[in-house]
């Protein structure tokens, strides 16, 4: 078998046709194209139109998805490597999205959904010599149009902005290129990976799967070969598993064959998710007239327990025995353009969720079956993927074209990509079961579109799920009580996985993450604005204010600003520069997933994951990411590598007592001594409560403080603090003493770090604080910084023109602790050997200076 990678001499044009968009005919006749690539980047290399992420520029590329595109190549075949009319193949993998295939003039077949592999005979049309290869990819406005035509009644989507693409539900392709509220509309299309050649040999190995299977100690790892033949033969198929080989004669037979082959392994080392041990990976080969076909794989157990219990409903992840609180955060495509979704992307954005203690990546369904490389990432790193199928708010057709596609699509992608230990459950869709109450047309005829999800996400996706993957759960939906129970996710939780979006989109206060305990809440977030270099990227500075026309454009959430705004007014002073706006509403947003993440995790084991809303961004914009488009990292990612430590506190106020929760997701018992303390802003201690030696079990939370807060006031326990932790109206009155105090608790759990935690017992734009009068120094070390303070100082945020990032940023700083911070530049090249030069650069802001210019 030989192969011949087709990534080479391509070009692209407009296709002709009467109702091509007036600005296609501008363009050039042929403009250089890259394969893989996608067409946005080649016209923005080829300087065809200005950048879509800068300005408004967005909407100068709508037209890009009204148009059919050209690509063409040509190739070369001699006569030592093909004789004309043997067997030959041509595979396409990422091909987005309906296209044409025609080689050397003969139309080779179409493609409708980019989710799958498509792969065509071509010895009838292959020539020893030059060849052109044409690939047309047609406009996918045009081609959901024609689909919703031919509906015999409307299926509804959501859309947010009026350029936002029309009947996406229609196309099997990235949902969210249509434009998403964090997302732009850029309906780009093209070859994601390169298409390849095939010919020569008895046939070509479609897939390798891996399956390994516990028996206690021991462990049955079977592989099989799904190879397609062209001729009856006996073949021989060598199989690797590590150091054991195995040969396997087989006869096949014309069209598709499977070939098995059994190992035996005794107590290998298991895969664990980040935080809890190892991710030693095996190897599986299969070997075959010359082609080989790896896979990498991890020997771990992966049970979702859904029990009955006193609360409801039971969801959690057990990995290898071991009940795992999932941490971690939602994904999106990492880029946009495709073009850009370049390894160190991924390699970056999955290091970072490392390092902020995730141990879970939830693959949101309105984006795509991602690249191998996300996946072999997530294998080494120790990452657990919640797995959606892509399919996201919206309503779906039922009738026998669409189901097939995405059938094969499917059976496609569990092929693919089941080997992979990374991989938890598969999800049939994100909120497409919420999406029945959505629309006026569900509404109106409800039994209609039940029966068309049913038909769709169990009668296909599942039951391909369950059929090709049986060892791993499949869940209907996100959120979902599970199989057969349509509960309200949204509100409900007492079971199943929760999306809580009422603090965001229902204006509620921060407090109300108290009021809730999910048993898994996997979506839930809060919006800040990315910092000034990222604002810098895409707007000039006469547009540096919030209400402008590019920074609204760059805000994808219609409510997004006014949300962001009236929260800071419910909670800080109002600030009075640009720059100090943006760095509040991270200082809020960090705020708003802290609460929630410490409540919920000093509450396990009933409430058992917290994947919050989002991780990154694909391009620049206002959002609830906490990683800004070119990488930097928000305060909100500086909390969570704070809040999903694995040994911590959860300090909070409900019911108006004052609570303090040992959290340990480690197999050890961990013991240290606690104080907690009331204190004043100028840091003299009020009241101190000192609780001596505390323990906390392995892999549990553990009460370890609660008292009413009307007995820390005063030495005699006299005054009673009658104010709510947060007021959320202008008529509420602050008690007096919660201005001028904070609470602190204080833990030295043996064998790690001091950990302390700090809870405001009014809102911060009461609270009395204090200058904390902040200086700074050379570190121990190069690219270090000392901090220091006189006052308590809170959300200390340093920040630099030199490119790169410090290890903490966003925290509290006491009097009479020193801090020393290490910065990671970007570029290590850059030489400063007075230490000062640096460091006089430094940008420093504490809530202290908001507002005092």
């Given at each position: 078998?030989?192969?011949?990678?087709?990534?080479?001499?391509?070009?692209?044009?407009?296709?002709?046709?009467?109702?091509?968009?007036?600005?296609?005919?501008?363009?050039?006749?042929?403009?250089?194209?890259?394969?893989?690539?996608?067409?946005?980047?080649?016209?923005?290399?080829?300087?065809?139109?200005?950048?879509?992420?800068?300005?408004?520029?967005?909407?100068?590329?709508?037209?890009?998805?009204?148009?059919?595109?050209?690509?063409?190549?040509?190739?070369?075949?001699?006569?030592?490597?093909?004789?004309?009319g043997n067997?030959?193949?041509?595979?396409?993998?990422?091909?987005?999205?309906?296209?044409e295939?025609?080689?050397?003039?003969?139309?080779?077949?179409?493609?409708?959904?980019?989710?799958?592999?498509?792969?065509?005979?071509?010895?009838?049309?292959?020539?020893?010599?030059?060849?052109?290869?044409?690939?047309?990819?047609?406009?996918?406005?045009?081609?959901?149009?024609?689909?919703?035509?031919?509906?015999?009644?409307?299926?509804?989507?959501?859309?947010?902005?009026?350029?936002?693409?029309?009947?996406?539900n229609?196309?099997?392709?990235?949902?969210?290129?249509?434009?998403?509220?964090?997302?732009?509309?850029?309906?780009?299309?093209?070859?994601?990976?390169?298409?390849?050649?095939?010919?020569?040999?008895?046939?070509?190995?479609?897939?390798?799967?891996v399956?390994p299977?516990?028996?206690?100690?021991?462990?049955?790892?079977?592989?099989?070969?799904?190879?397609?033949?062209?001729?009856?033969?006996?073949?021989?198929?060598?199989?690797?598993?590590?150091?054991?080989?195995?040969?396997?004669?087989?006869?096949?037979?014309?069209?598709?064959?499977?070939?098995?082959?059994?190992?035996?392994?005794?107590?290998?080392?298991?895969?664990?998710?980040?935080?809890?041990?190892?991710?030693?990976?095996?190897?599986?080969?299969?070997?075959?007239?010359?082609?080989?076909?790896?896979?990498?794989?991890?020997?771990?157990?992966?049970?979702?327990?859904?029990?009955?219990?006193?609360?409801?409903?039971?969801?959690?992840?057990?990995?290898?025995?071991?009940?795992?609180?999932?941490?971690?955060?939602?994904?999106?495509?990492?880029?946009?353009?495709?073009?850009?979704?370049?390894?160190?992307?991924?390699?970056?954005?999955?290091?970072?969720?490392?390092?902020?203690?995730?141990?879970?990546?939830?693959?949101?369904?309105g984006?795509?079956?991602?690249?191998?490389?996300?996946?072999?990432?997530?294998?080494?790193?120790g990452?657990?993927?919640?797995h959606?199928?892509?399919?996201?708010c919206?309503?779906?057709?039922?009738?026998?074209?669409?189901?097939?596609?995405?059938?094969?699509?499917?059976?496609?992608?569990?092929?693919?990509?089941?080997?992979?230990?990374?991989?938890?459950?598969?999800?049939?869709?994100?909120?497409?079961?919420?999406?029945?109450?959505?629309?006026?047309?569900s509404?109106?005829?409800?039994?209609?579109?039940?029966?068309?999800?049913?038909?769709?996400?169990?009668?296909?996706?599942?039951?391909?799920?369950?059929?090709?993957?049986p060892?791993?759960?499949?869940?209907?939906?996100?959120p979902?009580?599970?199989?057969?129970?349509?509960?309200?996710?949204w509100?409900?939780?007492?079971?199943?996985?929760?999306?809580?979006?009422s603090?965001?989109?229902?204006?509620?206060?921060?407090?109300?993450?108290?009021?809730?305990?999910?048993?898994?809440?996997?979506?839930?977030?809060?919006?800040?604005f990315?910092?000034?270099?990222?604002?810098?990227?895409?707007?000039?500075?006469?547009?540096?204010?919030?209400?402008?026309?590019?920074?609204?454009?760059?805000?994808?959430?219609?409510?997004?600003?006014?949300?962001?705004?009236?929260?800071?007014?419910?909670?800080?002073?109002?600030?009075?520069?640009?720059?100090?706006?943006?760095?509040?509403?991270?200082?809020?947003?960090a705020?708003?997933?802290?609460?929630?993440?410490?409540?919920w995790?000093?509450?396990?084991?009933?409430?058992?994951?917290?994947?919050?809303?989002?991780?990154?961004?694909?391009?620049?914009?206002?959002?609830?990411?906490?990683?800004?488009?070119?990488?930097?990292?928000?305060?909100?990612?500086?909390?969570?590598?704070?809040?999903?430590?694995?040994?911590?506190?959860?300090v909070?106020?409900?019911?108006?007592?004052?609570?303090?929760?040992?959290?340990?997701?480690?197999?050890?018992?961990v013991?240290?001594?606690?104080?907690?303390?009331?204190?004043?802003?100028?840091?003299?201690?009020?009241?101190?409560?000192?609780?001596?030696?505390?323990?906390?079990?392995?892999?549990?939370?553990?009460?370890?403080?609660?008292?009413?807060?009307?007995?820390?006031?005063?030495?005699?326990?006299?005054?009673?603090f009658?104010?709510?932790?947060?007021?959320?109206?202008?008529?509420?009155v602050?008690?007096?003493?919660?201005?001028?105090v904070?609470?602190?608790?204080?833990?030295?759990?043996?064998?790690?770090?001091?950990?302390?935690?700090t809870?405001?017992?009014?809102?911060?734009?009461?609270?009395?604080?204090?200058?904390?009068?902040?200086?700074?120094?050379?570190?121990?070390?190069?690219?270090?910084?000392?901090?220091?303070?006189?006052?308590?100082?809170?959300?200390?945020?340093?920040?630099?023109?030199?490119?790169?990032?410090?290890?903490?940023?966003?925290?509290?700083?006491?009097?009479?602790?020193?801090?020393?911070?290490?910065?990671?530049?970007?570029?290590?090249?850059?030489?400063?050997?007075?230490?000062?030069?640096?460091?006089?650069?430094?940008?420093l802001r504490?809530?202290?200076?908001?507002?005092?210019?």
């Amino acid at each position: 078998m030989q192969t011949l990678r087709l990534d080479s001499h391509w070009t692209l044009h407009a296709v002709e046709s009467p109702s091509m968009p007036e600005e296609s005919r501008h363009l050039p006749s042929s403009l250089q194209a890259s394969v893989p690539g996608d067409i946005a980047s080649d016209l923005l290399a080829a300087g065809c139109l200005p950048h879509p992420y800068k300005d408004r520029h967005e909407l100068d590329w709508v037209w890009v998805g009204h148009t059919d595109w050209s690509l063409k190549t040509e190739f070369e075949i001699r006569e030592s490597q093909w004789m004309s009319g043997n067997p030959a193949t041509i595979t396409f993998e990422f091909l987005d999205t309906v296209a044409e295939i025609i080689l050397n003039g003969i139309s080779l077949g179409t493609c409708q959904n980019m989710f799958r592999r498509h792969r065509f005979s071509v010895e009838s049309a292959l020539m020893v010599g030059m060849n052109q290869l044409e690939v047309i990819i047609h406009s996918p406005v045009q081609a959901a149009a024609q689909e919703a035509a031919q509906l015999p009644y409307p299926i509804p989507h959501s859309k947010w902005l009026p350029w936002d693409w029309d009947h996406r539900n229609l196309i099997r392709k990235v949902a969210c290129h249509g434009g998403w509220d964090w997302g732009p509309t850029l309906l780009t299309g093209g070859m994601y990976e390169a298409p390849t050649l095939s010919f020569g040999g008895s046939g070509q190995v479609d897939y390798l799967r891996v399956r390994p299977q516990s028996h206690g100690k021991h462990w049955e790892v079977v592989l099989q070969c799904e190879y397609t033949a062209y001729q009856e033969k006996e073949l021989e198929f060598l199989f690797t598993l590590d150091e054991q080989k195995k040969m396997i004669r087989f006869s096949v037979q014309p069209g598709q064959n499977q070939v098995e082959c059994c190992f035996q392994v005794s107590s290998p080392e298991l895969w664990w998710p980040a935080g809890h041990g190892g991710q030693p990976l095996s190897t599986a080969e299969v070997e075959v007239e010359q082609e080989s076909h790896t896979r990498r794989f991890g020997y771990r157990t992966v049970d979702v327990v859904v029990e009955d219990d006193d609360v409801g409903r039971s969801m959690f992840f057990r990995v290898n025995g071991r009940d795992i609180f999932a941490k971690g955060a939602n994904w999106i495509p990492v880029d946009a353009m495709p073009a850009k979704q370049t390894p160190e992307v991924y390699e970056r954005l999955l290091q970072d969720a490392v390092e902020a203690n995730m141990n879970m990546i939830r693959l949101w369904g309105g984006g795509q079956f991602e690249r191998d490389i996300f996946y072999d990432l997530c294998d080494e790193l120790g990452l657990l993927v919640w797995h959606d199928m892509m399919f996201s708010c919206s309503l779906y057709p039922a009738h026998p074209k669409f189901l097939a596609e995405v059938e094969a699509e499917v059976e496609h992608q569990i092929k693919r990509l089941a080997h992979h230990p990374c991989i938890a459950l598969w999800c049939g869709n994100n909120e497409d079961l919420g999406a029945l109450t959505w629309y006026p047309e569900s509404k109106a005829n409800r039994d209609r579109y039940l029966v068309d999800y049913d038909r769709l996400n169990e009668g296909v996706v599942g039951r391909v799920v369950r059929e090709l993957d049986p060892e791993r759960t499949w869940w209907p939906s996100s959120p979902s009580a599970g199989e057969g129970d349509y509960s309200d996710c949204w509100h409900d939780d007492t079971k199943g996985d929760m999306h809580y979006w009422s603090v965001w989109h229902g204006g509620l206060p921060f407090e109300s993450y108290y009021d809730i305990t999910p048993r898994f809440c996997s979506e839930f977030g809060f919006q800040s604005f990315p910092g000034m270099r990222t604002i810098a990227s895409f707007a000039q500075e006469k547009d540096w204010n919030v209400t402008s026309t590019v920074m609204r454009h760059h805000q994808k959430n219609p409510a997004g600003n006014s949300i962001i705004l009236t929260t800071m007014a419910r909670y800080f002073h109002m600030p009075t520069a640009f720059d100090e706006f943006l760095w509040l509403s991270q200082v809020q947003q960090a705020w708003a997933i802290r609460t929630a993440v410490e409540y919920w995790r000093s509450q396990r084991p009933i409430s058992m994951g917290a994947l919050y809303w989002q991780l990154n961004d694909l391009w620049p914009v206002a959002s609830w990411s906490s990683i800004e488009y070119d990488g930097t990292w928000k305060l909100l990612h500086y909390a969570a590598k704070r809040f999903f430590a694995p040994v911590g506190l959860a300090v909070y106020k409900k019911d108006g007592q004052l609570h303090v929760h040992g959290l340990n997701d480690t197999m050890d018992e961990v013991r240290g001594e606690l104080t907690v303390k009331i204190l004043g802003f100028d840091g003299q201690e009020k009241r101190v409560y000192h609780k001596g030696l505390t323990c906390c079990p392995a892999n549990c939370s553990q009460p370890f403080f609660s008292e009413e807060l009307k007995s820390l006031s005063s030495e005699d326990g006299r005054k009673t603090f009658t104010s709510p932790l947060f007021c959320t109206s202008a008529d509420d009155v602050v008690a007096e003493e919660l201005t001028h105090v904070f609470a602190l608790a204080q833990w030295e759990p043996e064998g790690h770090e001091p950990i302390q935690s700090t809870l405001f017992l009014t809102v911060p734009r009461d609270c009395e604080f204090q200058d904390p009068k902040i200086s700074l120094g050379p570190g121990s070390s190069p690219w270090t910084v000392e901090v220091e303070c006189q006052a308590p100082a809170f959300a200390v945020t340093l920040n630099t023109p030199v490119r790169g990032r410090f290890k903490d940023n966003g925290f509290d700083l006491l009097p009479g602790s020193r801090r020393q911070l290490e910065f990671l530049p970007e570029e290590r090249e850059l030489s400063m050997e007075n230490g000062e030069e640096w460091i006089d650069g430094i940008e420093l802001r504490t809530l202290y200076h908001l507002g005092r210019g």
